[in-house]
C-alpha cells in the first residue's frame, strides 16, 4: 500500500500541514500548495452545492408528510414540507457532503471533513483499500498530538514533532 | 443505476449540450438550453411553482464545469500533464468526466452505485457525437454564443443508449 | 439578606405575581449556605472533601483530560514570561505545592496499607515507614512510590553524579514523561522541557521532607526515547553537611 501525502486544510481553506510520505506525485511549491488548498476549498463546497435534487412526486409526498411533519427540519436534509422546495437528496437521511473521493489514472485523493470543519486530504495508490483506517489514524494522532499540544495555535500552520514522528512510525509499520 | 444528469463542454468552456432526467419545475429550466427531457415515471405532476431557490440549469452547469475544471488542473499539476480525472463522489452522487483530445469534456452525473462510466461516456463521444454531431454537415463547428447541439438524431441516440444500455 | 443568590432573584423574576411566595418557600438556610460560600454543594451535601482519602486510590482519571488541563497550563504559564527559565520556573512553582501537599498523601497511604496489610495478616508486620532522614532513602522514595503514586510505574533510572566536583548532584531519568507525552516544543525554544512542572513536584517532596534542592528537567533523546527526560536533584550545602554527620552517626 502507497500513501503518497497529506495535506490538511483548516475551515478557512487555508493549508496548515503538507507531507510527503512516497514518491509518485510532483512536488510543487508552497505557493502552489497553498493555492491547491484554498482551491481544493471551494471546489469542495461547490461539490456539495450541485447535488441532484430530486423532485418528490406527489404519491410520495403524501408518503413522507405524516412522519416529516412531526419533526422539525434538519440542517442538511430538504424538508419535503415546503411547496416550491419539494424535493430530496438521492441518499435522503444522510446530508449531503462535499467531494469525498477523487480518483485519477495516478492517484486516488480521499477527503475527509471533520464536523469542526477541518479537511484531511489523502493522496493514496488507485488500488490501495482500507483508507478508512488509515484516514482514522491520522485524525486520532491529529487529535492526540496538534490538539492536545499547548505550544499549537488554533487554524495555524501544524509544527509538531512529535505528530509528525507518529504519523511516519505508524505508516511505515503499516507497509 | 440512475443517471441524473450530462453535460457536453467545447473547448472555449462554453455548455453546448445539457440534459437532466430529473426534472424540475418547469420555471426553472433556463431560456436557452434545450428542453430537459422527463422520465416516465415522474411527468409533469408538478405544478409550475417558483423554486425558493431558483438556480437554473445554466448556474448549475456553470458550477459543473468550474469544478471539472479546477480539478482537471489540480489533478494535472499533481500527477503530470498526462493524468487525468476519472471520477469523484460524494455521499449522494457521482461525477464522471471524460476529456477528449480536442479538449472537448463529457460530464456525468450518476447515482453512488453505478460502476465507473468512463468507456460509456468514450462511446458516447465516439458512436453519438461524433457521428451524428461532428459527421453532420448542418452542425455548426463552433457554438459561440450557446446554440449548443440542436440536433436531433443525437438526442434520440443518446437518450436511448442511457435508458436501454446503461440502466 | 444583604446579597440574595442570583437563582432565587431570576425566580422571582419570572413570576413576579407571586414573588413574596416563592420566596417564602426557599428553605432560608440553604440560601445562605451558598451566598456565604459561594461553592456549589451537591444535593447530597457531600463534596469531594467529605470523601474518604483512600476512596480515589486505585482511581485514574483519562489521560486526555489530563492532557488538555496541563496543555491550558502550560499557555497560562506562558503569559508574560520573558524566557525559557522564566516559563521552566513558573512551571517549577505550579508543581512545588503539589510536591508538598502529595507528600502527605504518600506517607498517608503507605501507613494506611501497611496498617491494613498487618492487621489482616496479624504476622510479624512492617513497621510503617519512617521519614526520609538520608539522601538515598529520600531518592528510592521519589523513584518509586512517588512516580508510582503520580505515573502508575517507577522512574526508569536514578544515578549519581560521577564529577568529584558534583557530590550533591543525582538524576532521576524518565524515559517517557506523562506530561511530555503529546507536547511538541516549537524549534525555536528546544531547550525547553515542560516536565519542569514535575521536578517541581520532586523539589516540592524534598523540601517537605526537609531536604532543600533544586531540581530541574532536561532533556536527554535517545534514539527509542525521543522524549527522554532527566530531573537533576541538587541538593543544598546543609543537606550534604548533615548528610555527612549522620553517615558518622551511622543512621540509615
Known amino acids: 500500500m502507497t500513501v503518497f501525502s497529506l495535506i490538511i486544510i483548516n475551515k478557512a481553506g487555508g493549508l496548515v500541514y503538507q507531507r510527503e510520505f512516497q514518491p509518485g506525485l510532483r512536488k510543487l511549491s508552497t505557493n502552489d500548495y497553498l493555492v491547491l488548498a484554498g482551491t481544493f476549498h471551494g471546489v469542495h463546497a461547490i461539490t456539495r452545492s450541485i447535488t441532484p435534487k430530486l423532485p418528490l412526486s406527489t404519491a410520495s409526498t403524501a408518503a413522507t408528510t405524516p412522519t416529516s411533519s412531526n419533526m422539525p427540519p434538519t440542517p442538511g436534509i430538504p424538508n419535503s414540507f415546503t411547496p416550491g422546495s419539494a424535493f430530496t437528496f438521492p441518499n435522503p437521511g444522510t446530508p449531503a457532503t462535499g467531494l469525498e473521493c477523487l480518483e485519477t489514472d495516478k492517484f486516488r485523493l480521499t477527503c475527509f471533513q471533520t464536523l469542526t470543519g477541518t479537511k484531511f486530504l489523502l493522496f493514496t495508490d488507485p488500488i490501495m483499500g482500507n483508507i478508512d483506517v488509515v484516514m482514522k489514524k491520522v485524525y486520532e494522532l491529529y487529535a492526540d498530538y496538534v490538539m492536545k499540544n499547548p505550544f499549537y495555535q488554533l487554524e495555524m500552520p501544524v509544527r509538531c514533532e512529535a505528530f509528525d514522528r507518529h504519523l511516519g512510525g505508524w505508516l511505515r509499520g503499516r507497509t | 443505476m440512475v443517471v441524473y444528469s450530462f453535460y457536453i463542454f467545447d473547448r472555449h468552456a462554453e455548455c453546448i449540450y445539457n440534459r437532466r432526467w430529473v426534472p424540475r419545475p418547469s420555471s426553472m429550466i433556463g431560456k436557452s438550453s434545450r428542453p430537459t427531457s422527463e422520465t416516465s415515471t415522474t411527468t409533469n405532476t408538478l405544478p409550475p411553482v417558483l423554486g425558493h431557490s431558483a438556480r437554473t440549469t445554466d448556474d448549475d452547469a456553470k458550477l459543473i464545469f468550474g469544478t471539472v475544471f479546477s480539478l482537471r488542473n489540480m489533478v494535472r499539476k499533481l500527477g503530470g500533464e498526462d493524468d487525468s480525472f476519472v471520477t469523484y463522489r460524494t455521499s449522494q452522487y457521482k461525477l464522471h468526466y471524460y476529456e477528449t483530445p480536442t479538449n472537448i469534456k463529457f460530464v456525468m452525473l450518476t447515482d453512488l452505485k453505478s460502476p465507473s462510466m468512463r468507456v460509456a461516456l468514450q462511446q458516447i463521444y465516439i458512436n453519438l457525437y461524433v457521428e451524428y454531431v461532428v459527421k453532420n454537415p448542418l452542425s455548426p463547428v463552433e457554438h459561440p454564443g450557446g446554440v449548443g447541439v440542436n440536433n436531433e438524431l443525437f438526442e434520440e441516440s443518446l437518450e436511448q443508449f442511457v435508458t436501454r444500455v446503461l440502466s | ?252
Open chain 3, 1 to 252: 439578606m444583604a446579597h440574595p443568590p442570583r437563582h432565587s432573584a431570576m425566580l422571582s423574576l419570572s413570576n413576579s405575581g407571586s414573588s413574596a411566595n416563592s420566596d417564602k418557600q426557599q428553605p432560608p438556610q440553604q440560601i445562605q449556605h451558598i451566598a456565604n460560600t459561594g461553592l456549589r454543594v451537591p444535593s447530597n451535601r457531600k463534596t469531594i472533601y467529605d470523601r474518604h482519602l483512600n476512596r480515589s486510590r486505585n482511581a485514574e482519571i483519562s489521560r486526555s483530560s489530563f492532557a488538555f488541563l496541563f496543555g491550558e497550563m502550560v499557555t497560562y504559564a506562558q503569559r508574560r514570561v520573558t524566557g525559557i527559565q522564566d516559563l521552566e520556573k513558573r512551571l517549577n512553582e505550579q508543581g512545588y505545592p503539589m510536591g508538598l501537599r502529595l507528600l502527605d498523601l504518600l506517607y498517608y497511604r503507605t501507613i494506611t496499607s501497611s496498617t491494613s496489610s498487618s492487621l489482616a495478616s496479624s504476622s510479624t508486620s512492617t513497621a510503617p515507614p519512617n521519614r526520609p532522614l538520608r539522601i538515598l532513602p529520600l531518592l528510592h522514595l521519589i523513584h518509586g512510590p512517588l512516580w508510582r503514586l503520580l505515573f502508575n510505574r517507577p522512574a526508569d533510572a536514578l544515578e549519581h553524579s560521577v564529577s568529584p566536583d558534583t557530590p550533591n548532584e543525582y538524576m532521576i531519568t524518565d524515559n517517557d514523561p506523562l506530561v511530555n507525552a503529546y507536547v511538541s516544543v516549537p524549534k525555536e525554544m528546544h531547550m525547553l522541557n515542560c516536565a519542569a512542572f514535575v521536578a517541581g513536584i520532586i523539589e516540592g517532596v524534598c523540601d517537605g521532607c526537609g531536604f532543600e534542592a533544586k531540581v530541574t528537567a532536561h532533556n536527554q533523546p535517545t534514539e527509542l526515547w525521543p522524549g527522554r527526560t532527566i530531573f537533576l536533584v541538587r541538593f543544598g550545602e546543609s543537606v550534604m553537611e548533615r548528610e555527612k554527620v549522620l553517615e558518622r552517626a551511622g543512621i540509615k
